[in-house]
């Protein structure tokens, strides 16, 4: 089930299952900016990445002498959301763990993914609530999938990645094999990166301390743009088809975490940016979209 926000620009379907952004329509241009969830290629539109981001070696890890196994990214992507607040241009959804997880995840947590419109831009705020007697160990990540190209008469190829650098950081990239992460070192001249059919050959792409991602066409000026400041890690990605060419839609995605490394030890408490909550207290972030 679908529910609806919107406000004089935009107008958004988010489903319960997943608290999923599943379409965004822009009211004055027309554009329809999420992609369709065609299995064909991929059949999500805008996953919760939750309680990891990616990979975990053999789909394993450790914690306090005990082994559980978790496929990649996580099980909030395919709950069943209730919905907290609902006005015209703003939903909260909430989700309680109550124990259901317990065989892959240890921990007990509440969940609550809010969606405001602010003009052309969708902000994505998480909490997460720790409610165990000790510190919990996570990470969550966004997934948004936007249809490319926008206009009937562009292709893929007219479309660039703008990347923008945190301040005062150094951007580390970072390459998967195997769906593991392996560090490259310090990424240099990644502003703006060209869309070719070849670009997401060895998958996605990977970086740290990055503030955001723009999307953008060089013939129409449409796109979407990403804003994270403070998330550190973000990856690009869209499926590289047997054909050889780009599917239609690419991903930005601000993580909490990220897949295991090559050289992990498969202890959760030692695991590539992992999030540590104490007992009690509520984890925060937000992210933004702008659609134009």
């Known amino acids: 089930m679908a529910l609806e926000i919107q406000n004089e620009v935009l107008k958004v379907e988010i489903a319960k299952q997943g608290a999923e952004i599943r379409k965004v329509k822009h009211m004055e241009n027309g554009l329809d900016y999420m992609w369709t969830g065609d299995k064909t290629y991929w059949g999500r539109v805008s996953p919760v990445l939750f309680p990891i981001v990616g990979r975990l070696k053999e789909d394993q890890y450790q914690l306090n002498g005990k082994t559980f196994t978790m496929s990649q990214h996580g099980f909030l992507r395919d709950v069943e959301f209730e919905v907290d607040k609902?006005?015209?241009?703003?939903?909260?959804?909430?989700?309680?763990?109550?124990?259901?997880?317990?065989?892959?995840?240890?921990y007990e947590f509440t969940a609550y993914i809010h969606y405001s419109l602010q003009g052309e831009s969708l902000a994505v705020r998480w909490e997460i609530i720790n409610k165990n007697a000790e510190e919990m160990y996570f990470s969550i990540g966004a997934h948004p999938a936007f249809r490319l190209p926008l206009i009937e008469d562009e292709t893929m190829e007219d479309y660039s990645l703008h990347i923008t650098p945190a301040k005062d950081k150094e951007v580390i990239e970072y390459e998967l094999k195997d769906a593991l992460i392996h560090e490259k070192g310090a990424a240099n001249d990644i502003e703006e990166i060209p869309l070719s059919n070849s670009l997401f050959k060895n998958d996605a792409l990977v970086y740290s301390n990055i503030d955001k991602v723009k999307l953008a066409s060089h013939k129409s000026e449409n796109g979407v743009e990403v804003l994270f400041g403070n998330f550190p890690f973000v990856g690009v990605w869209s499926p590289y088809g047997e054909d050889g060419k780009i599917a239609p839609f690419v991903c930005i995605e601000p993580w909490y975490g990220i897949a295991d490394t090559y050289d992990a030890t498969g202890d959760m408490k030692e695991k590539l940016g992992v999030q540590k909550l104490k007992k009690g207290e509520t984890f925060t972030s937000e992210y933004h979209i702008k659609f134009y």
């Open 86 to 106: 609902h006005t015209t241009n703003s939903i909260s959804f909430v989700f309680h763990s109550d124990g259901q997880f317990r065989h892959m995840y240890p």
